[in-house]
């Protein structure tokens, strides 16, 4: 089915959705904005580009799209290559080989120029889309004037001796995790492996709705079991005190996972949690509905793509380059995802992946989990806007 054709979801007031088509450079990209009142959308404001992490879509920014408009900027979400509703023009599968960090530059690049605009004010990433922001920021600088990192730090571009950007950690974290008793395993393998795509999928319908309501939820500042803190070093003695989610016992799947903790959650939280403010029954509606359509084999490559030592190869020429533009990091108190890769938000704080002149500094915002950006969007958006005026 050509996803242009879709119903349109449920927006908020002052969002709205097109495709803007990039071909022949790329694709036709699902994106939703918001414009400045004071501004038509032929004229150009400053753009701020937000990209979605995993599992998620442009309608992960529905709350925060209005806010930067308010504040006189073109604000635009794409639904990222591989998630949602971006497609090949001629309807065809995305590629495999052209889900790579290193074409996710490309695909950024492209969709500036579909959008008729010759550099982005403030580019946004949200965990997985941090990979994409961060790398645009180094391979594109003439195209990007700032950056925001969100619940996803970035430790830099490893060069061909590192181990998944880990030197000095453990070089075989599966094996060791496997060791543990119970056996655990790594999330980032986990979902690399040949089978993870199906298991996250099936079934889908309410059994799908209800995989994700728990993984979000889990995930959040609502969940009590998220305690986080820095971790020492890329060792199983380290990451064995993460959540399931990241740390997954080894004879599960991600939804035996999620069951095993959801399990343990008390039955007033339970029957709370449809009508969670920040993501309504309805809004999770979109997600289940939109995996259970596209399901999750494309959105999945991602991590099968920055794992494969291969894929690393096409960044070595960037290796040890430092982001050179101002940026700032941004996550909730309770997420683990500021800290599961020992040392990175450090290696921005101390110069290592960031210009220590380029360094704005890591807010941490209270009430918020992974999803700051949906779980308390007017301090999220606070905090984007305050490095968008300092450009």
Not at 118 to 137: K, M, N
Not at 153 to 179: E, R, T, W, Y
Not at 214 to 235: C, D, M, V
């Amino acid at each position: 089915m050509d996803p242009s054709k879709l119903p349109a979801w449920n927006l908020p007031e002052g969002v709205t959705s097109r495709f803007v088509d990039t071909a022949p450079k790329g694709l036709k990209v699902h994106i939703l904005e918001s414009f400045p009142q004071s501004k038509s959308s032929d004229s150009h404001a400053p753009l701020i580009l937000l990209l979605h992490g995993f599992p998620n879509l442009s309608y992960d920014w529905r709350y925060i799209l209005p806010l930067l408009a308010n504040a006189g900027y073109h604000a635009v979400a794409p639904d990222m290559r591989g998630f949602g509703r971006t497609h090949n023009s001629d309807l065809s599968p995305i590629e495999e080989e052209t889900i790579r960090p290193v074409f996710s530059v490309h695909d950024v690049v492209s969709l500036l120029e579909g959008l008729r605009y010759d550099s982005i004010h403030t580019i946004v990433g949200h965990d997985l889309g941090a990979v994409p922001a961060s790398l645009t920021s180094i391979i594109r600088k003439d195209l990007v004037k700032s950056l925001v990192l969100v619940a996803h730090p970035f430790k830099g571009i490893p060069g061909p001796s590192a181990n998944d950007n880990k030197a000095g950690g453990d070089p075989d974290i599966q094996a060791s995790l496997g060791k543990l008793d119970p056996p655990r395993k790594h999330y980032k393998y986990y979902n690399a492996s040949s089978g993870a795509a199906d298991e996250w999928t099936n079934p889908t319908g309410q059994p799908l709705h209800d995989f994700l309501r728990g993984y979000f939820h889990l995930k959040s500042a609502g969940w009590a079991g998220n305690k986080p803190h820095p971790l020492k070093s890329w060792t199983a003695e380290e990451l064995v005190v993460m959540p399931h989610y990241y740390v997954m016992r080894a004879d599960l799947s991600m939804r035996g996972n999620v069951e095993l903790d959801m399990a343990e959650e008390s039955p007033n939280v339970l029957e709370k949690l449809p009508d969670t403010p920040w993501l309504t029954d309805a809004d999770l509606r979109v997600y289940s509905e939109e995996f259970g359509r596209t399901k999750f084999d494309r959105a999945l490559q991602w991590y099968r793509a920055i794992i494969d030592p291969k894929q690393a190869e096409d960044l070595l020429p960037f290796s040890g380059t430092k982001i050179a533009v101002p940026t700032k990091y941004v996550s909730g108190t309770a997420d683990w995802g500021t800290y599961q890769v020992p040392g990175s938000l450090e290696a921005m704080e101390d110069g290592t992946s960031v210009e220590p002149g380029c360094w704005r500094g890591a807010v941490h915002i209270d009430g918020a989990g992974h999803w700051v950006n949906m779980e308390q969007p007017d301090r999220c958006a606070e905090e984007i806007l305050a490095l968008a005026r300092f450009v």
